[in-house]
Every structure is written in C-alpha cells, then in structure tokens.
C-alpha cells in the first residue's frame, strides 16, 4: 500500500490547481541512479498508463507504474514546511539505506 498523505494531496492540487491543470494527476516512481543506487521522482500526467496502479487520495489521482509500486509498497508520500526545510518527502520502511537529501535509496 502507498500513503500520500493529506498535507501532500491538498499541496499537489494547489500546485495543478496554480498551473491551470486541475484534472491532471501525480506520477511517482522509482529510477534506476542516485548516490543510493535507486531515486524516487514525481511528475505531473494527465492520464495513467495501461499498466499503472491508479490511487486516490483526496481526490488527487496517483499513477504508479508495476516497477516502481515493488520498490514504494508501504511508502508515505508528505509534505512538510519547517522553518529550515520545505518540500516533498517519501518516507519508505523498506529502505536499507538512504542518501544525505533523501532523494535516493537501497533495498
């Protein structure tokens, strides 16, 4: 299961909702590179591939493809605005190890 919390959904739609793309949805998922070994990314996508999972939180839809869902089972996706940081974070149980900026990961 992947969590996107609901700080993170209500961020999203008001970034899409700024854009003048309400209806498009958030793509997540895995790449192979980064100081870890494998980085998360996010994009925007109007429409799901024919293989993706499709969720929804919040009204947001999340497309994930087969690959990616593997490696971000049991993931929560947040949004955080501290004093000193800001932005998205993928918090993911079943990483190993991560990088310093947490934008990349081993199993």
Do not use: W
């Amino acid at each position: 299961m992947i969590t996107v919390t609901p700080h993170a959904a209500n961020r999203v739609k008001k970034i899409l909702a700024e854009r003048g793309t309400p209806e498009m949805g958030l793509r997540i998922g895995i790449r192979g590179g980064g100081c870890s070994g494998l980085s998360y990314f996010m994009d925007f996508a109007r429409e799901p591939e024919k293989t993706d999972r499709i969720l929804d939180f919040e009204g947001l839809k999340v497309f994930v493809d087969p690959k990616s869902f593997l490696f971000l089972n049991g993931i929560e996706l947040d949004y955080n605005e501290g004093i000193t940081q800001h932005g998205f974070q993928f918090r993911n149980p079943n990483a190993k190890s991560t990088c310093g900026c947490g934008e990349s990961f081993t199993t």
